[in-house]
């Protein structure tokens, strides 16, 4: 049997940053349900302190997209409010 491969958090979002989005596109964005279901599966077992190592190193791709995207929204939010970061 094949097992077909989890998406990276990091290579979605690379992927849509790669579709050059509009700022209202950006503004929107969320990952999409497949990842945000694993997401927070893994912060039902990082709550319950069950994470394996590699569970853990998943978890951190995911506040780091996380972390990437906010500030992107942010920075989009204040050039379009004409303040600059």
């Given at each position: 049997?094949?097992?077909m491969a989890v998406r990276n958090p990091l290579d979605e979002v690379t992927d849509f940053l790669a579709t050059a989005p509009t700022d209202?596109?950006?503004l929107?964005?969320?990952i999409s349900?497949?990842?945000q279901a694993r997401l927070h599966h893994l912060l039902d077992l990082n709550g319950e302190g069950e994470l394996n190592d590699?569970?853990?190193r998943k978890?951190?791709?995911y506040l780091r997209a996380n972390r990437m995207m906010a500030s992107?929204?942010?920075q989009t939010r204040l050039r379009l409010k004409g303040i600059e970061a």
């Open positions: 049997m094949i097992e209202e596109e950006l929107d964005y969320k349900d497949d990842l590699c569970e853990k978890l951190e791709d992107l929204k942010v």
